[in-house]
Protein backbone atom coordinates (compact mmCIF):
# COMPACT_ATOMS: atom_id res chain seq x y z
CA UNK A 1 0.00 0.00 0.00
CA UNK A 2 2.61 2.48 0.81
CA UNK A 3 4.83 1.63 -2.27
CA UNK A 4 1.30 2.05 -4.36
CA UNK A 5 1.03 5.63 -1.99
CA UNK A 6 4.55 6.94 -2.65
CA UNK A 7 5.25 6.13 -6.16
CA UNK A 8 7.14 2.93 -6.05
CA UNK A 9 10.09 1.58 -4.11
CA UNK A 10 12.92 3.87 -4.21
CA UNK A 11 16.12 3.07 -6.48
CA UNK A 12 18.28 0.57 -4.21
CA UNK A 13 21.52 2.41 -3.02
CA UNK A 14 23.27 0.04 -4.96
CA UNK A 15 21.85 0.09 -8.10
CA UNK A 16 21.79 4.23 -7.76
CA UNK A 17 25.68 3.92 -6.76
CA UNK A 18 25.94 1.82 -10.06
CA UNK A 19 24.40 4.35 -12.14
CA UNK A 20 26.89 7.06 -11.02
CA UNK A 21 29.79 5.18 -11.24
CA UNK A 22 29.08 2.34 -14.52
CA UNK A 23 27.10 4.84 -16.48
CA UNK A 24 28.04 8.26 -15.62
CA UNK A 25 24.56 9.64 -15.32
CA UNK A 26 24.14 13.33 -15.40
CA UNK A 27 22.89 15.22 -12.48
CA UNK A 28 19.48 15.37 -14.33
CA UNK A 29 19.34 11.78 -15.45
CA UNK A 30 19.47 11.36 -11.87
CA UNK A 31 17.23 13.70 -10.71
CA UNK A 32 14.33 12.07 -13.03
CA UNK A 33 14.98 8.39 -12.56
CA UNK A 34 14.80 9.57 -8.34
CA UNK A 35 11.56 11.00 -8.60
CA UNK A 36 8.81 8.93 -7.41
CA UNK A 37 5.79 8.77 -9.88
CA UNK A 38 2.91 10.35 -7.70
CA UNK A 39 0.19 8.06 -6.83
CA UNK A 40 -2.92 8.97 -9.35
CA UNK A 41 -6.16 7.19 -7.88
CA UNK A 42 -6.85 8.41 -4.48
CA UNK A 43 -9.83 5.66 -4.61
CA UNK A 44 -7.28 2.87 -4.63
CA UNK A 45 -5.65 3.90 -2.00
CA UNK A 46 -8.50 4.38 -0.25
CA UNK A 47 -9.76 1.07 -1.39
CA UNK A 48 -6.36 -0.52 0.25
CA UNK A 49 -6.46 0.69 3.40
CA UNK A 50 -10.15 -0.59 3.53
CA UNK A 51 -8.63 -3.83 2.29
CA UNK A 52 -5.87 -3.13 5.48
CA UNK A 53 -8.55 -3.01 7.98
CA UNK A 54 -10.67 -5.58 7.01
CA UNK A 55 -7.68 -7.76 6.91
CA UNK A 56 -7.61 -8.01 11.24
CA UNK A 57 -11.11 -9.25 11.25
CA UNK A 58 -9.46 -12.33 10.21
CA UNK A 59 -6.93 -12.67 13.37
CA UNK A 60 -8.45 -14.32 16.25
CA UNK A 61 -8.22 -12.30 19.72
CA UNK A 62 -5.81 -13.20 22.51
CA UNK A 63 -7.82 -12.18 25.06
CA UNK A 64 -4.37 -10.83 26.77
CA UNK A 65 -3.68 -7.15 28.08
CA UNK A 66 -1.14 -5.17 26.08
CA UNK A 67 0.47 -1.91 26.43
CA UNK A 68 1.77 -0.73 23.14
CA UNK A 69 4.73 2.38 23.57
CA UNK A 70 5.81 3.83 20.93
CA UNK A 71 9.47 5.86 20.21
CA UNK A 72 8.40 9.73 18.88
CA UNK A 73 11.84 11.17 18.38
CA UNK A 74 12.64 12.59 14.92
CA UNK A 75 14.37 9.54 13.96
CA UNK A 76 11.47 7.36 13.91
CA UNK A 77 10.60 9.10 10.84
CA UNK A 78 13.36 7.35 8.71
CA UNK A 79 12.65 4.40 6.93
CA UNK A 80 12.33 1.10 8.82
CA UNK A 81 14.98 -1.72 8.66
CA UNK A 82 13.58 -4.82 5.60
CA UNK A 83 11.96 -1.89 4.00
CA UNK A 84 13.16 1.32 1.84
CA UNK A 85 8.87 3.00 1.11
CA UNK A 86 7.84 2.40 5.15
CA UNK A 87 9.29 4.39 8.19
CA UNK A 88 9.65 3.33 11.85
CA UNK A 89 6.80 5.49 12.81
CA UNK A 90 4.40 4.12 9.89
CA UNK A 91 5.51 0.40 10.60
CA UNK A 92 5.24 0.98 14.29
CA UNK A 93 1.56 2.90 13.70
CA UNK A 94 0.46 -0.24 11.36
CA UNK A 95 1.11 -2.92 13.94
CA UNK A 96 -0.84 -1.26 16.36
CA UNK A 97 -3.34 -0.07 14.77
CA UNK A 98 -4.19 -4.15 14.13
CA UNK A 99 -3.81 -4.86 17.40
CA UNK A 100 -6.33 -2.29 18.03
CA UNK A 101 -8.52 -3.79 16.00
CA UNK A 102 -8.03 -7.27 17.36
CA UNK A 103 -7.59 -7.23 21.15
CA UNK A 104 -10.18 -5.39 23.53
CA UNK A 105 -7.82 -4.23 26.25
CA UNK A 106 -4.75 -2.20 25.06
CA UNK A 107 -3.35 0.22 26.27
CA UNK A 108 -1.06 2.94 24.23
CA UNK A 109 1.47 5.32 25.34
CA UNK A 110 4.38 7.37 23.60
CA UNK A 111 7.79 7.77 25.02
CA UNK A 112 7.74 11.04 26.77
CA UNK A 113 11.53 11.92 27.99
CA UNK A 114 11.75 9.85 31.14
CA UNK A 115 8.33 8.96 31.30
CA UNK A 116 5.34 7.91 28.96
CA UNK A 117 2.33 9.42 27.98
CA UNK A 118 -1.35 7.63 27.80
CA UNK A 119 -2.71 8.85 24.05
CA UNK A 120 -6.18 7.18 22.52
CA UNK A 121 -6.18 6.17 19.18
CA UNK A 122 -9.72 5.41 17.14
CA UNK A 123 -9.65 1.77 16.13
CA UNK A 124 -11.74 2.78 13.13
CA UNK A 125 -9.35 5.83 11.98
CA UNK A 126 -7.64 5.75 8.34
CA UNK A 127 -3.85 4.44 9.01
CA UNK A 128 -2.66 8.19 8.10
CA UNK A 129 -4.70 9.33 10.64
CA UNK A 130 -3.49 7.85 12.96
CA UNK A 131 0.10 8.20 11.76
CA UNK A 132 -0.32 12.11 12.43
CA UNK A 133 -2.19 11.72 15.86
CA UNK A 134 1.12 10.05 17.05
CA UNK A 135 3.54 12.69 15.20
CA UNK A 136 1.35 15.39 17.15
CA UNK A 137 3.50 14.26 19.84
CA UNK A 138 7.36 14.24 20.06
CA UNK A 139 9.91 13.75 22.38
CA UNK A 140 14.11 13.98 22.71
CA UNK A 141 14.84 11.07 24.23
CA UNK A 142 13.27 7.66 25.77
CA UNK A 143 13.53 5.43 28.13
CA UNK A 144 12.63 2.00 27.65
CA UNK A 145 11.62 0.56 31.13
CA UNK A 146 9.68 3.39 31.55
CA UNK A 147 6.81 1.59 30.23
CA UNK A 148 6.63 -1.32 32.86
CA UNK A 149 7.42 1.52 35.49
CA UNK A 150 4.57 3.46 34.48
CA UNK A 151 2.32 0.20 35.01
CA UNK A 152 3.84 -0.57 38.25
CA UNK A 153 2.76 3.32 39.59
CA UNK A 154 -0.38 2.67 38.33
CA UNK A 155 -1.00 -0.81 39.27
CA UNK A 156 -2.18 -1.76 35.85
CA UNK A 157 -2.15 -5.51 35.19
CA UNK A 158 -0.50 -5.87 31.82
CA UNK A 159 0.52 -8.81 30.16
CA UNK A 160 2.63 -7.99 27.03
CA UNK A 161 4.39 -4.89 26.26
CA UNK A 162 4.94 -4.11 23.21
CA UNK A 163 8.31 -1.23 22.57
CA UNK A 164 8.88 0.40 20.06
CA UNK A 165 12.24 2.39 19.78
CA UNK A 166 14.58 3.50 16.54
CA UNK A 167 17.64 2.55 17.68
CA UNK A 168 19.47 0.42 20.00
CA UNK A 169 21.94 3.62 20.83
CA UNK A 170 19.15 5.56 22.70
CA UNK A 171 21.36 6.09 25.74
CA UNK A 172 23.37 8.62 24.04
CA UNK A 173 20.38 10.93 24.09
CA UNK A 174 19.50 11.06 27.53
CA UNK A 175 20.74 13.58 29.80
CA UNK A 176 23.40 12.13 32.43
CA UNK A 177 21.39 12.89 35.55
CA UNK A 178 18.51 10.48 34.15
CA UNK A 179 20.94 8.04 33.02
CA UNK A 180 22.41 7.42 36.06
CA UNK A 181 19.03 6.42 37.32
CA UNK A 182 17.84 3.91 34.51
CA UNK A 183 16.60 0.83 35.21
CA UNK A 184 17.37 -2.01 32.35
CA UNK A 185 13.94 -3.25 30.91
CA UNK A 186 14.72 -6.75 32.19
CA UNK A 187 14.64 -5.54 35.54
CA UNK A 188 11.83 -3.47 35.43
CA UNK A 189 9.92 -6.55 34.17
CA UNK A 190 11.20 -8.98 36.66
CA UNK A 191 10.20 -6.49 39.38
CA UNK A 192 6.17 -5.90 37.76
CA UNK A 193 6.27 -10.01 37.32
CA UNK A 194 7.12 -10.41 40.97
CA UNK A 195 5.18 -7.27 42.78
CA UNK A 196 1.59 -8.63 40.97
CA UNK A 197 2.50 -12.13 40.47
CA UNK A 198 2.06 -11.89 36.65
CA UNK A 199 4.95 -14.56 36.41
CA UNK A 200 3.81 -14.97 32.52
CA UNK A 201 4.22 -11.25 31.63
CA UNK A 202 6.10 -10.57 28.26
CA UNK A 203 8.60 -7.69 26.92
CA UNK A 204 8.61 -7.69 23.21
CA UNK A 205 11.03 -5.14 22.01
CA UNK A 206 10.69 -3.82 18.14
CA UNK A 207 14.27 -2.04 16.67
CA UNK A 208 13.02 -0.08 13.94
CA UNK A 209 16.60 0.31 12.35
CA UNK A 210 19.19 -1.86 13.45
CA UNK A 211 19.59 -5.35 13.77
CA UNK A 212 22.26 -5.34 16.54
CA UNK A 213 19.45 -5.48 20.10
CA UNK A 214 20.38 -6.23 23.60
CA UNK A 215 17.75 -6.05 25.50
CA UNK A 216 16.98 -9.72 26.14
CA UNK A 217 18.77 -10.90 29.14
CA UNK A 218 17.74 -14.30 28.38
CA UNK A 219 14.73 -14.61 29.94
CA UNK A 220 12.27 -16.87 28.19
CA UNK A 221 9.65 -13.34 28.63
CA UNK A 222 11.99 -11.18 26.77
CA UNK A 223 11.77 -10.85 22.40
CA UNK A 224 14.01 -8.45 20.61
CA UNK A 225 13.26 -8.04 17.36
CA UNK A 226 14.87 -6.42 14.82
CA UNK A 227 12.92 -4.47 11.81
CA UNK A 228 9.29 -5.14 10.90
CA UNK A 229 7.70 -7.29 7.70
CA UNK A 230 5.58 -9.46 6.31
CA UNK A 231 6.57 -12.43 8.97
CA UNK A 232 6.80 -10.53 12.07
CA UNK A 233 3.41 -10.43 13.16
CA UNK A 234 3.30 -14.26 12.79
CA UNK A 235 6.25 -14.70 15.00
CA UNK A 236 5.40 -12.47 17.58
CA UNK A 237 1.67 -13.74 17.65
CA UNK A 238 3.33 -16.87 18.89
CA UNK A 239 5.47 -16.00 21.40
CA UNK A 240 2.41 -13.75 22.71
CA UNK A 241 0.41 -16.80 22.80
CA UNK A 242 3.01 -19.18 24.73
CA UNK A 243 4.31 -21.18 21.27
CA UNK A 244 7.43 -20.09 21.27
CA UNK A 245 9.86 -19.51 24.26
CA UNK A 246 13.23 -17.85 23.57
CA UNK A 247 16.46 -17.47 25.59
CA UNK A 248 17.15 -14.97 22.59
CA UNK A 249 15.25 -14.50 19.70
CA UNK A 250 16.16 -11.50 16.92
CA UNK A 251 14.68 -11.15 13.84
CA UNK A 252 16.84 -10.73 10.81
CA UNK A 253 16.61 -11.31 7.04
CA UNK A 254 13.18 -12.35 7.05
CA UNK A 255 13.97 -15.12 9.86
CA UNK A 256 13.27 -15.51 13.40
CA UNK A 257 16.52 -16.98 14.87
CA UNK A 258 15.65 -18.39 18.52
CA UNK A 259 18.37 -20.24 20.77
Not at 56 to 79: A, E, L
Request: charged share 25%; aromatic share 8%; net charge positive.
Amino acid sequence: MKNFEKGGKPLDPKLLDHLVTEKKLTEEELKRIKAPNEARSPIIINNLQKCMSLSCNNIQSSGKRYMVTIDVTDKMDNRCLHSKNITGLEAATAFTMALLKVEKDVTIAVFKQKEVSIIQLDKKGQFNELVQKLKENKSDYLVPASSIEWAMAQKKHIDIFFNFIHHNEYIASVPKEVREKLTKPPEALQKYKKKFNLQNAKLVTFCMSSPHLNFSDGSPNILDVAGLDFGVPKAVEAFCRGNVYAKQATWNQSKVLVN
